[in-house]
Every structure is written in C-alpha cells, then in structure tokens.
C-alpha cells in the first residue's frame, strides 16, 4: 500500500508555533489538543465532520518540527518564505500521493525557496531551483514514495509519524482559504 499523505518538516522546535503558521495559511482552529500516540493521531486525521473541516497534527522528533498535512496543500504555500527567514533554518516539504503517482519536494532556506520539484505519474511537472546533492540519484521521472522519504532523511528529517510521543492535534476550519 502506498503512502497518501504530505508532510511540512521544519528544522528545529517550533512545535509551539505551528498554531501560528496555521492561522498564518488561512485556517481558523476550531480546537487542538494533544494525544499520545502514533495510532490515535492517525486516527485523529481522519476528522472531517462536515466541509471545510480538516484535522492536521504536529510533533517533534530528531531535532525537526513535523506537521502531517492529509489535504497536501501546506508545503505549498509561501507562507513557508516568511517563516524559513524568520526562523533562519530549511523547511522541507514533500508528497506522495501512491494514487496519482504524485511525488514532490519543497525546499524553503532562510527566507528563499530554493527547491521545488513535482512528478506526477512519472511526467515531471515542476522543476525549479538547484537539485540538492540529497537528491543526485533520483530520477524524478521514476520516483516512487522510499526515494521522497529518503532525500527527507538524508536532509535530517526522518518520517517517523507512528512512533509513540506528544502529538499536538488541530482541528481546523479552512473555508476562509481561497482556493488555488
């Protein structure tokens, strides 16, 4: 079974602002709390009792700040610019999406986007800035989710969402997001 997800990984602790950057994207945050384990915040990302209702969840592992995005839409957005530069630091975000075939990467530095890369059903469809030496023996024209969560590791962000800690859980209104 393949992956069906996107994650925005951050260098660094800012569990406490992802709040924040949410409100920063659009959202309105109905509620948040926190679970304990892998399995309930999976669980918790299925939320979505009406339209425009969405659940994200956040943890730190590692030294980075992950947020797990079910709707694949944060590690596009330049909200990523402001805080890369604010915070001095990468923010990664990438796709896999098994279904479509969609595979992707988003790296922001220090208030740039220096990285952006998106192959959908093995057709490149996005291919701006320098590759990353983290990327050299990827063929993005054949990607697959192990070489995604692989360049991540290589980068220091290492996807290990089932894990048992603190995960912190939003549930969110988006229906003030325009769309894209």
Known sequence: MSLHTSVVSIEGDHLQEIADVLRKSGYVIQESFTVHSGDQASLELNWNPARNRVAKVAYSSEGWTHIVDPEMVLMIDDVWLEF??????VILGWICEGASGSYGLWVFQSGRKRRE????????????????????????????????????????????????????????????????
């Open 84 to 89: 890369s530069g604010k915070w001095n630091n």
């Open 117 to 180: 890369v998106l192959a959908v059903d093995g057709v490149i469809a996005l291919d701006s800035g320098e590759p990353l030496d983290e990327e050299s023996d990827v063929n993005w024209s054949e990607v697959f989710e192990d070489d995604v969560l692989l360049i991540a590791e290589r980068l220091g962000a290492q996807y290990d969402f089932l894990a048992d800690r603190t995960y912190l859980v939003y549930r969110l209104d988006e229906s003030g997001i325009a769309p894209s």
